[in-house]
């Protein structure tokens, strides 16, 4: 089977931890799906623990971080200077469109590794020419 790339997005890593979330399942079955491997940005990590925080679950946060430091198929991409650019050059574009601070630098990454899926729920990826996988 082909290598598949999916972008891993705040609401898909919530919905991996978060066992009550409705996409819950859909995030375990995903990254056991044979050659699927995940894409995420520091970026979409800290705006999750805050996520977290703001849910009432700040303690599941530690869940949170060692699923990605321990899991064989998420790669951690750092949004440097080049990304964060792209971003600013992206939020000015899609000026009509509500997007965030972390979904711009997503955009960014996606492009440039060609990815074209993402596990998220988030409308935004539609809007920016990516297919959300999880609504």
């Known amino acids: 089977m082909a290598d598949r790339t999916v972008f891993l997005d705040t609401s898909g890593l919530f919905a991996w931890v978060n066992a009550r ?24 990590v800290d705006e999750a623990c805050a996520l977290f925080l703001v849910r009432g679950i700040a303690h599941r946060r530690k869940d949170l971080l060692r699923l990605i430091k321990h899991s064989k198929i998420v790669s951690f991409f750092w949004v440097e200077r080049e990304i964060f650019w792209e971003a600013w050059d992206i939020l000015e574009r899609f000026a009509d ?27 935004h990826f539609r809007t920016a020419g990516f297919v959300p996988l999880l609504g």
């Open 97 to 123: 469109q509500p997007f965030s601070l972390t979904d711009c630098p997503s955009f960014a990454v996606m492009r440039k590794l060609r990815i074209t899926e993402a596990a998220t729920n988030d409308q």
């Open 21 to 44: 979330d409705p996409h819950h399942q859909a995030m375990l079955a995903l990254p056991r799906t044979e050659g699927t491997r995940l894409v995420l940005t520091d970026y979409v």
